[in-house]
């Protein structure tokens, strides 16, 4: 912990939905069970990037080897949760992202632990960007009643009845839809849920205005969804409206099949968003304050299935950002068949808690207890520490 | 004015479909509701429009490299077509079970599956699961043409028990591994290679005995050899009863919590459940006599806007509002972009665990975009849906601001409004006094209509079905 940041520090949270295949990411690329288990994914070694002796990147990764080179990479290995209900329990997709947004392994949690989060920054609800979300549809690792968030599609085109090209019939309208929307008593929970979100839409659409043209950038994002999400986020963070936590999704990584051809697609889309987004923040003097994390449902099967691999466990965890020290954390989980999980999984080593944890107390400078139910053991992956 | 059974007839209609225009509703109010939804029942007596005049004037929709194109149509046909229901059960099994194009961006598998789901729907469950099983987009989406008889896939033999017909809690992780082998060797083929010759050619099913594990498996306590056994064991499960039932309940009587949390949160009304669990069993799984029970039922009848729409409901609501867009307007094929921005996008769900309803629809984004697509549609008073609305409450006559407002309202459902809601709508209208046709409609009457119309879809109120 040498220097310390003055500006409130921002969590931007990318959820790789679908199941990243860890270990096709970080290869145990000299061990021979793992080239046995796996041939249908197996690379030439001389194509792999190694990191030391037993871990080398997967080539599609090349643009997160060089920030982890730099030291602004913290990988998180083996993360999962102990599976309560035995083998394939928590396996279903629905499940396992629940029990990540949620922070609750043992039954249906209802509150999204950034949702909490969010709560502790913005109590009243005063700020409706003080999360903002880029995608369709809002994860729940964002909802709970009472906690406003801003979801945006289109940040170029944000706004209400945008087509009324009458600006006095317009600025009526928009009036009168405040009134409707504003909330009455007694009128349920679903009616109230909406009455505020038809508020905070007015509120961040008159905030949001002006973060469009107020940007400008010497960065060239390529041109998909997850790069541009990214490139929304430094727009938004630039523009200076007191967001704390920005949430996005890259999807497609449930793998089961054709997993030579469409990893290497997305890990490569995913890792450049990535390094462009750091380049962006950093030219914009707007990167000191900003931790990255990446997360996905779970790892995925040992064996492949000879095209792709299965729901599995013992995923893996990315902490990005320039107050990160960058190194390996957590243990990565053992290789050995006798230690396999049901004889097929990898066991987890490290809870995702904790991750949450050491993200909350050590950057968001929060207690986290509430937030994820409990006591966990931290890391330590950051060398910058957090003034407020 | 509304009397009781036109808004009972709206409320069917927005459930089997997505809502009909009050001029349809007057005729439909007069026959009994028994008579109506039997009809509703019986899509096969009833015909589309026809299609190919569809495809000569608008060649575009015939492009099947998108889902954008065949998606449109399918919204078309919902707000347009004589068939709702036809067109709402096949929603509704989308939503089940959940294909997207983007894994084969092949169009016409996901076309195909639809089409499966409408000439089917409304048949047994025992059918559409094994339609669905051997429904070649299925096959690709969830890799069973990966699942080999020495290489187990399992994805697809998961799905089926825990999303597509038992819940989880209803089966065990050998099951799964059961189910699996069991549909070894259920595969695809193109009948021509797919470039540059077939794209506009679906791929077909094929059983390959030399990929399929022949061995006994024990299925749920039964014995069972292949896919169609696992089906059959499945269809007789009262779990598989329950889950269908709920997903029904949810999807066209009221909003359900996320099928996520159904194996620990009870359903919001248990006593409907059974009664639809009762005539799923007694019926053998006939989807039609279970949607005939939900139709007649009181639970049905009385729960009036007691779901969000859904944005193919929404946005098929308000072109049918509208009259919007007209046959063969170019306009027709950017349907399907307005749900897509809204959350839905028709044939392309972002994973198999389908799309979220109720209040998961709406967040800032979605609620944005619903309601500029309604201010768009409705603005223009020259679109028939609007001047007809116009037209009706001039036929009235003379309205002071509160009369305005309600004549409104019910012309644009009926809908029922907040107390709240309605003071400030007449609020506005006072600010123009009293809506006089002394003059005929006159360009200023026509816009103070519009405006209003405008407004209640804007209404939170216009969320719910």
């Known amino acids: ?388 | 004015m509304a009397d009781d059974q036109i808004e009972l007839m709206a409320h069917l209609m927005r459930r089997v479909g997505v809502g009909a225009r009050r001029d349809a509703l007057e005729v439909l109010a007069e026959r009994p509701y028994e008579d109506v939804v039997e009809e509703l029942l019986h899509p096969d007596e009833l015909t589309d429009p026809d299609q190919d005049v569809f495809d000569r004037y608008l060649p575009v929709l015939l492009a099947t490299e998108l889902p954008e194109s065949p998606g449109s149509r399918w919204i078309y046909n919902m707000a347009n077509g004589p068939r709702p229901l036809r067109e709402k059960m096949a929603l509704f099994w989308h939503h089940v079970f959940a294909t997207a194009w983007f894994k084969s961006s092949h169009a016409r598998a996901i076309t195909a599956q639809i089409e499966l789901f409408r000439e089917n729907g409304l048949g047994s469950m025992r059918q559409i699961l094994l339609d669905l099983s051997r429904d070649p987009c299925m096959i690709d989406w969830l890799d069973n043409s990966e699942n080999h008889a020495h290489a187990n896939n399992e994805n697809y033999g998961r799905e089926l028990l825990e999303l597509f017909s038992l819940g989880i809690g209803n089966y065990t992780e050998d099951d799964v591994k059961a189910a699996a082998r069991a549909f070894t060797g259920w595969t695809f083929q193109q009948p021509w290679p797919r470039y540059p010759y077939s794209e506009g050619i679906a791929p077909i099913f094929k059983f390959d005995e030399t990929d399929h594990d022949f061995e006994e498996k024990t299925f749920l306590g039964q014995t069972v050899f292949d896919g169609e056994d696992v089906i059959n064991v499945i269809v007789k499960e009262e779990a598989c009863a329950r889950f269908i039932s709920r997903h029904l309940y949810n999807f066209f009587v009221a909003d359900e919590p996320g099928v996520a949390s159904w194996v620990a949160t009870p359903p919001r009304d248990q006593d409907a459940i059974d009664i639809l669990v009762a005539t799923f069993v007694d019926s053998d799984g006939d989807i039609r006599e279970v949607m005939r029970t939900l139709l007649n039922s009181e639970f049905f009848k009385e729960a009036r806007f007691q779901r969000v729409k859904s944005p193919a409901e929404f946005v098929g609501g308000v072109v049918t509002l509208a009259g919007t867009p007209q046959f063969p307007d170019f306009s027709t094929t950017e349907l399907w972009r307005a749900t897509m921005l809204m959350g839905q996008a028709l044939m392309n769900p972002s994973s198999v665990e389908g799309w979220h309803t109720g209040q998961e629809w709406l967040d800032s984004g979605t609620l944005t975009e619903r309601v500029n697509f309604a201010v768009k549609n409705l603005m223009d008073t020259s679109n028939p849906g609007v001047a007809s609305i116009i037209e009706r409450v001039a036929a009235s006559g003379d309205a002071t601001p509160d009369e305005f407002v309600e004549r409104c309202l019910d012309m644009c459902g009926p809908l029922q409004f907040s107390e709240d809601s309605r003071a400030t709508l007449i609020d506005f209208a006072e600010q123009g006094g009293l809506l006089s046709f002394r003059e005929g409609v006159t360009e200023e009457v026509e816009g103070r209509i519009g405006r209003m119309v405008q407004l209640i879809v804007s209404a939170p109120e216009y969320q719910f079905a």
């Open chain 1, 1 to 388: 912990m040498t220097t310390k940041i003055q500006k409130p520090p921002v969590l931007v949270v990318i959820q790789l939905s679908g199941g990243l295949d860890f270990m096709n990411t970080l290869i145990p690329y000299q061990n021979g069970i793992i080239r046995d288990a796996r041939p249908a994914l197996s690379l030439p070694m001389e194509d792999t990037l190694p990191l030391d002796n037993d871990l080398a990147w997967h080539p599609a990764a090349k643009a997160l080897k060089e920030l982890y080179d730099a030291g602004n990479v913290a990988v998180v290995q083996g993360v999962g949760w102990e599976h309560l209900g035995g083998p394939g329990a928590d396996r279903s997709h629905f499940r396992a992202t629940d029990i990540w947004h949620t922070c609750d392994s043992a039954k249906i949690g209802t509150e999204g632990w950034l949702a909490k989060l969010i709560r502790e920054f913005d109590p009243l609800s005063e700020n409706p960007v003080t999360a903002v979300n880029f995608g369709l549809g809002l994860p729940r690792a964002l909802a709970a009643s009472g906690v406003t968030v801003t979801s945006i599609g289109n940040l170029d085109k944000f706004g209400l009845m945008t087509d009324i090209e009458q600006e006095e019939e317009r600025a009526e309208d928009i009036d009168i839809f405040k009134r409707l929307y504003t909330p009455g008593l007694g009128n349920g929970m679903v009616q109230d849920y909406l009455a505020q979100t038809g508020t905070s839409v007015l509120k961040s659409a008159d905030m949001l205005a002006d973060a469009p043209t107020q940007y400008s950038s010497d960065v060239e994002y390529a041109s998909n969804p997850i790069a541009e999400a990214l490139r929304d986020v430094v727009r938004v963070h630039t523009a200076g409206l007191g967001t704390r936590i920005f949430y996005t999704q890259h999807q497609g990584y449930d793998h089961h099949s054709g997993e030579g051809i469409l990893f290497p697609k997305l890990v490569t889309e995913l890792t450049e968003a990535i390094s462009d987004f750091m380049q962006d923040l950093r030219n914009h003097d707007a990167s000191e304050e900003v931790t990255i994390l990446v997360f996905t449902e779970f790892g995925r099967r040992i064996r492949d299935n000879g095209s792709g691999t299965d729901h599995g466990s013992g995923g893996g965890c990315y902490l990005i950002g320039d107050g990160v020290e960058g190194g390996l954390y957590g243990e990565y989980p053992s290789l050995e068949p006798k230690d396999w999980l049901y004889g097929e999984d990898l066991q987890h080593t490290i809870d995702f808690r904790s991750v949450y944890t050491t993200v909350l107390e050590q950057w968001m400078a929060v207690d986290a207890n509430p937030i994820v139910g409990g006591n966990f053991e931290q890391i330590r992956p950051y060398k910058t520490e957090v003034a407020l």
